[in-house]
């Protein structure tokens, strides 16, 4: 699961909010990512992945619109 992957990098516990936040957040935005890139289909998928999860660390000014 990613809350473990975030848990095990973090060096918190699995069950703490931390990593089960960030874990639960990252299916919804690579499908985010996914759908604007299979519309648009104008640059690679992994570009698109890693604008979305760029996003919130950078704010939505470097996010293609």
């Given at each position: 699961m990613p809350s473990d992957v975030v848990a095990l990098s973090t060096g918190r516990p699995t069950?703490?909010?931390?990593p089960l936040a960030v874990g639960r957040s990252v299916l919804p935005t690579c499908r985010a990512a996914y759908e604007r890139w299979s519309t648009r289909a104008d640059a690679d998928l992994p570009g698109y992945l890693d604008a979305a999860k760029e996003s919130p660390h950078h704010?939505?000014?470097?996010?293609p619109p």
């Open positions: 069950g703490s909010l931390y704010g939505a000014h470097r996010v």
